[in-house]
Every structure is written in structure tokens, then in C-alpha cells.
């Protein structure tokens, strides 16, 4: 069971190239969310999707693009990379949206754009 | 204003202290809050949790919620270096799902 995988671990981009950040779980879980953290801030919600499907806008959506056509995989499209999108970037997953359901990261991409 | 606030740090400590982390929040309706530990390079997991008011102690760790000061702790007992990590309160409100995180702070617990 390896939970929750994200690929590339590491990445340099220069501005305005894109690439999408994979994320896959294998918890069959319906909920998944990608954060990014940048230092001395907390995670900030950038998508987040409640099913295969289905996605939705989080606190800092703009400059990204999702989408969900299976349970497992939830990427993470940059279209014309930013310097101010450089960060670490986490996808989560949990069984349901219940604040009381834990979440559960991946490892993280960390990406600077240059 | 932040909705959560968390000191940064970092927090050096010998090994054997006690350890304290703290948050302070503004919105009222968080009812659920939890603390996640997150080592370097790697993603938060979940500590601990708690909904109300009062202690919840988990072996070494104890999360202490006072509603009334919008304030919460996390203490660490005979503290490890294998405890040196940044450790993020977060904190959910009855009527969403979102999590709203600190920023997190950073421990060095010194062998």
C-alpha cells in the first residue's frame, strides 16, 4: 500500500513553460486536494476534488488547472509557469470531505521556476 | 489578520524537555483542530486531533484546546531528536471542510 505518490519529486521550469505534477493514491479514496506550501506561510488550498469528475477551486487557483477522470490520479496542470509559482507542492487524500477524516499527503514536488 | 497564527521558530531544545507549540486563531467557528508533524522533505501526517476545550494525551504528546482564548497547544514530554521536525496546527470550522494550517514551526530537539 503506497498511499499517496507524487511525481516529479524535484523540477526547474523557466517562465512560461507548463508541465503537469502527477499525483496518484491507491487507498481508493474519494477525496483529493492539491496545497502548496511556500515558507513561513501555511498549506494554501489550490483544487481540490470530491470524485472522479468532479473538482473545484480553492484558496489559490489561479495560474492552475486539475482534473479527475479516475478514483486514483488528480494532476496538477501549470500552464505558463511563474516565478511566483516556485514552491512545494503537496497532494492529499481522504475518504470523505468530514473535517474529522484525516488527510494524507504525498511526498511533495518541489518546483522553481526560473 | 491571519486566521491562524504560529510562530515560525525555530525551537532548539535538549533532548528531555518539555516542548510547547502554540497557535492562536480569530475565527470562532473552528471546532475541530488538529497538529501535524511534517519532517524535512516529506509531507505532514496527522498527530493528533481534538474537537473541544480541554486535554487530549496521546503517549508523549498532549493537545490542549482553550476556546475561549482561541488558543491551542501541543506539548511534547521528554522530548527526542527524533522529534525535531516543523509541526503545523490546523483547524477546521463546523460548517466547511476546509483546512486552514499554520505556518508551522520548526523544532530542533539537541541530543
Known amino acids: 500500500n503506497a498511499g499517496v505518490t507524487q511525481t516529479p519529486k524535484f523540477r526547474i521550469l523557466k517562465i512560461g513553460q507548463s508541465m503537469t505534477l502527477q499525483c496518484t493514491q491507491d487507498m481508493n479514496h474519494n477525496y483529493m486536494y492539491w496545497y502548496r506550501q511556500d515558507p513561513g506561510m501555511g498549506l494554501k488550498l489550490i483544487y481540490y476534488?470530491?470524485?472522479?469528475?468532479?473538482?473545484d477551486k480553492g484558496e489559490v487557483p489561479n495560474g492552475y488547472n486539475v482534473s479527475r477522470s479516475t478514483t486514483e490520479d488528480f494532476p496538477l496542470r501549470l500552464e505558463l509557469a511563474a516565478p511566483s509559482q516556485t514552491s512545494v507542492y503537496f497532494c492529499a487524500s481522504a475518504s470523505s470531505g468530514r473535517s474529522t477524516d484525516t488527510q494524507y499527503f504525498g511526498p511533495g514536488t518541489r518546483l522553481t521556476v526560473l | 489578520q491571519k486566521e491562524v497564527e504560529q510562530d515560525p521558530g525555530p525551537l532548539s531544545v535538549p533532548e528531555g524537555a518539555i516542548v510547547s507549540l502554540n497557535c492562536t486563531y480569530s475565527n470562532s467557528a473552528f471546532q475541530y483542530f488538529m497538529w501535524y508533524r511534517q519532517y524535512s522533505r516529506k509531507g505532514p501526517e496527522l498527530l493528533m486531533y481534538t474537537y473541544s476545550s480541554g486535554n487530549k494525551e496521546d503517549g508523549r504528546f498532549t493537545a490542549q484546546v482553550d476556546k475561549s482564548s482561541k488558543y491551542i497547544s501541543l506539548f511534547i514530554r521528554d522530548s527526542q531528536p527524533s522529534d525535531s521536525a516543523t509541526y503545523l496546527c490546523?483547524?477546521?470550522?463546523?460548517?466547511?471542510?476546509?483546512?486552514?494550517f499554520g505556518a508551522g514551526t520548526r523544532l530542533f530537539v539537541k541530543a
Open positions: 490546523a483547524m477546521v470550522d463546523t460548517g466547511g471542510f476546509k483546512t486552514i
Open positions: 476534488s470530491v470524485g472522479a469528475g468532479i473538482t
